[in-house]
């Protein structure tokens, strides 16, 4: 433990001062790196807590965006200001779909997420008074120079990151944690020991699409231009999958750690491999879930060894 916070607190460091070193290109990989660690570990409360694999959670980052580009541009509201709202709009539609989703389990769960998903982007699509419809919504431009606009949004997207893997850690060392991971273990044994299951579980999910939904207010202001397309998007339900199986579903950091490896990699990938990047990354997400699906942090917390990607083959396969 006290290892693992060591190399966080050095992490965050060079993190920190990185910006007065690297080019604005880099800036902007990174600055999606931690949009992507944030949605990745919010998620995870749902998926890899309680074992619930909330595959359209997307869904409320393209509601945060659109949280925010619409009081930021219908009424004039500062950028920090709609955050809040960000995350009560996420809040208040996962209690309200989650008492009759959350009834369902595994992959019927999961096919329900998605349908949420299409369900609201079909709503913000056919609300052109509001949301501009089709037609997206421009946001009002941040003033200053390109330089301070970058770091801005570095230092932001990173808070909220790190305010999401405090959420995440303060869960996780709570009852309220424990009862998660034991209705992912077995709900119903953890319905007779007395835990409110369904109550457990909105209130999982609902936590989850408030720390998405700030993550997509921030988004779409980093953007300034947002539709339904761009925030409603299913390829980024599966690199938060990914992320998630990648680093450990099971732990605090695992996520993030699995969101800086796919995101970088998938980016050079993606720059010496264009016509190839979705093959590499989909041999990439079937080699985690073979070799490691207990993810990075998990497998080798106690060190690297060729063996334990053995013995997690056999254990998969045999």
Not at 97 to 118: C, S
Not at 163 to 190: C, H, M, P, Q, T
Not at 203 to 230: K, M, N
Not at 251 to 266: R, Y
Request: proline content about 3%; hydrophobic content about 55%.
């Amino acid at each position: 433990m006290k290892k693992s916070i060591l190399l966080f607190g050095i992490f965050l460091i060079i993190m920190l001062c990185l910006p007065f070193f690297v080019s604005g290109y880099w800036l902007r990989v990174l600055t999606q790196t931690f949009m992507f660690a944030a949605i990745a570990t919010g998620s995870n409360i749902i998926i890899g807590y309680t074992g619930y694999p909330a595959f359209g959670n997307i869904a409320f980052f393209g509601v945060g965006a659109y949280v925010t580009g619409v009081l930021m541009t219908k009424f004039e509201i500062s950028f920090l200001a709609t955050l809040p709202f960000c995350a009560l709009s996420g809040f208040i539609i996962a209690v309200l779909l989650g008492i009759p989703l959350l009834r369902l389990k595994g992959h019927y769960f999961a096919i329900a997420t998605i349908g949420v998903m299409e369900a609201i982007r079909e709503i913000v699509d056919n609300m052109t008074d509001i949301t501009g419809g089709g037609m997206g919504l421009t946001l009002p431009i941040m003033a200053g120079e390109p330089a301070y606009i970058y770091k801005f949004f570095y230092y932001t997207i990173m808070l909220i990151m790190l305010f999401s893997i405090a959420v995440a850690f303060i869960i996780w060392r709570s009852k309220f944690g424990y009862a998660l991971r034991a209705i992912r273990i077995d709900e119903d044994a953890a319905s007779v020991m007395g835990i409110n299951t369904t109550v457990y579980k909105t209130l999982a999910w609902a936590l989850s699409a408030a720390l998405v939904g700030i993550v997509g207010g921030a988004y779409a202001y980093w953007l300034t231009y947002i539709d339904p397309h761009t925030v409603f998007v299913t390829t980024y339900s599966v690199k938060m999958f990914a992320m998630i199986l990648l680093g450990g579903a099971t732990t605090v950091l695992g996520p993030m750690i699995g969101a800086f490896i796919l995101e970088l990699i998938s980016e050079i990938v993606w720059s010496k491999f264009i016509e190839i990047h979705g093959m590499i990354l989909g041999a990439l997400i079937v080699f985690i879930v073979l070799f490691i699906p207990k993810g990075l942090f998990e497998t080798f917390k106690g060190g690297f060894s060729l063996r334990k990607i053995i013995i997690n083959l056999k254990e998969y396969r045999l």
